[in-house]
């Protein structure tokens, strides 16, 4: 049975947590305020919380870490203007937390998913995909056999070099549903 550590209890750590552990997984959460003094149990960790909130995450608990896969679900946008990313250009949040955990596998995973679409299962009659990039093939299967076992769909979206678009595809849906273009029960639904 796969573990996960899950950072975050807000909506997205929620349904996430919940399409994993109806697909037999255990979960267990963690509050941001309770990372300082965290002791990780899960074989995977799971960062559903704001980008700003990361940093101090990482430096309390980079150290267990370690040999872990980590899943960055983070949309690094600037939150007093929804209107930039504050990663580096041609970067990625992803990209950063896996130069802060070398020892890790990083995979950028949920970012371009609202919490109301992970829990129903579906965005429009479509089945909800969850799009997972990142350069470990053993991690990126692993998440993906969870994902499936929950009754989600999941597609490896390439390396994680990939994350740097999933951040612009998120970005974007995100500040459609602020400027209340698409609804936070829609976003973007992947066809086969």
Same mark, same amino acid.
Request: aromatic residues 6%.
């Given at each position: 049975?796969? /573990? ?6 807000? /909506? ?10 109806? =697909?037999?997984? !255990?979960?267990?959460?963690?509050? &941001?305020? +309770? ?6 149990? *899960?074989?995977?960790?799971?960062? %559903? ?9 990482? @430096? ?6 370690? *040999?872990?896969?980590?899943? +960055?679900?983070? /949309? ?8 930039? #990313?504050?990663?580096?250009?041609? !970067?990625?949040? $992803? @990209? ?8 890790? &596998? ?6 371009? /998913? ?10 429009? =009659?479509?089945?909800?995909?969850? #799009?997972? $990039?990142? +350069?470990?093939? +053993?991690?990126?299967?692993? #998440? %993906? ?8 769909? @999941?597609?490896? $979206?390439?390396?994680?070099?990939? $994350?740097?678009?999933?951040? %612009?595809? =998120? ?11 698409? !609804? ?9």
């Amino acid at each position: 049975m796969a /573990n996960y550590t899950i950072f975050g209890t807000g /909506n997205m750590a929620q349904a996430i947590g919940g399409v994993l552990a109806a =697909g037999g997984a !255990s979960v267990e959460y963690i509050g &941001h305020a +309770d990372s300082a003094s965290a002791t990780i149990a *899960g074989d995977t960790v799971i960062l %559903a919380v704001p980008y700003p909130a990361v940093a101090e995450i990482l @430096a309390a608990v980079a150290d267990q870490l370690a *040999g872990k896969t980590v899943i +960055d679900i983070t /949309n690094p946008l600037d939150f007093e203007t929804f209107d930039a #990313l504050v990663v580096p250009e041609g !970067s990625s949040a $992803a @990209a950063e937390i896996q130069r802060a955990l070398p020892q890790s &596998h990083v995979l950028k995973a949920f970012n371009t /998913n609202f919490a109301a679409t992970l829990a129903g299962g579906t965005i429009a =009659g479509a089945p909800t995909t969850v #799009l997972i $990039a990142g +350069d470990s093939g +053993d991690a990126k299967a692993a #998440l %993906a056999a969870d994902v499936v076992a929950g009754g989600l769909r @999941a597609i490896d $979206a390439g390396s994680l070099r990939r $994350a740097h678009e999933l951040e %612009a595809i =998120g970005f974007l849906q995100l500040t459609l549903a602020v400027g209340e273009r698409i !609804s936070w029960t829609g976003g973007f639904a992947v066809a086969e």
